[in-house]
């Protein structure tokens, strides 16, 4: 069999060529990365709950009308998704302080936001992700004021979709980042959610406990990360059957 084309490879996943054009195969990788790629690990299991739970967020927007990227899942590590133009920015939504807020700010974390607050960086590892206000993202072109009101709008979608299902497994979503991408149907553009929704693209904590089942367990090491997205993926009903992230054979009763 010819061996696929690699379009892209990033920290945590890597594109392929898809079966069709217009379409391009995710597939999620066991790296994690922190603080820009100074801290790296290798996490057995982490990309099989990612393309998961991944999956199961789309899937769940797409039915409510928030238009996105995924389009089916292949397997274990893979999904079939819309090749979409990236727009350059980390769309983040925050609904309580924590990490670079909570520090800029001087915000104890945790503490409730006004409202859910959407910021924008501009996607650049050399220069470290830097918070860009809109008025840069307009004068430099990355995306039109038309473009930003839409963005606006579709992450806060995501965010009243995604704090519904997880306030309803008993999880906190105190902020997440997404990626929009840009489709073409002939003349016509739509903005659409792409990259992935999952635990290491959100904080999510335990209502009860204030448990963190993200990927600060990771940049903060607070226990290990496979069971921490592994909870996440058993409380959405998730976790593909018969998977465990055991090394070993392990006898199921
Ligand atoms: N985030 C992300 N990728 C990034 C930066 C942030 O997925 O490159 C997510 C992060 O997991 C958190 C939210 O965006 O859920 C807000 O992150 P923050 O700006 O507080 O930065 P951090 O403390 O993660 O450096």
């Known amino acids: 069999m010819a061996r696929r084309k690699k379009i892209y490879e990033g920290k945590a996943k890597i594109l392929y060529e898809g079966p069709e ?22 996490i057995e299991g982490k990309g099989v709950l990612n393309n998961r739970l991944s999956e199961y967020f789309m899937t769940g927007l797409n039915a409510i009308g928030v ?10 590590r893979e999904q079939l998704i819309r090749a979409v133009e990236i727009i350059p920015l980390e769309i983040i939504v925050r609904n309580f302080a924590a990490g670079s807020m909570a520090k800029r700010l001087g915000l104890e974390e945790g503490a409730a936001l006004p409202r859910p607050i959407v910021e924008f960086s501009y996607k650049d590892d050399k220069l470290g992700d830097p918070l860009v206000p809109e008025e840069y993202i307009i004068a430099f072109g990355w995306a039109s004021q038309q473009d930003m009101d839409d963005i606006v709008a579709l992450a806060l979608r995501v965010n009243d979709f995604l704090s519904g299902v997880m306030y309803g497994v008993g999880i906190k979503l105190v902020d997440f980042k997404i990626e929009i991408g840009r489709v073409y ?24 406990t204030g448990q963190k089942l993200d990927k600060d367990v990771f940049r903060r090491d607070l226990g290990n990360l496979t069971d921490a997205y592994t909870e996440v993926a058993r409380r959405l009903g998730v976790l593909p059957s018969n998977v465990t992230h055991a090394t070993k054979p392990t006898l199921i009763n």
């Open 21 to 42: 054009p217009g379409t391009l195969v995710q597939y999620f990788k066991d790296d994690a990365t922190a603080f820009n790629a100074e801290k790296k690990a290798t």
């Open 67 to 76: 238009p996105t990227h995924f389009i089916k899942r292949i397997n274990m």
């Open 185 to 208: 149907d002939g003349d016509y553009m739509r903005l659409v959610v792409a990259d992935e929704i999952s635990p290491d693209s959100c904080r999510l904590w335990d209502i009860k």
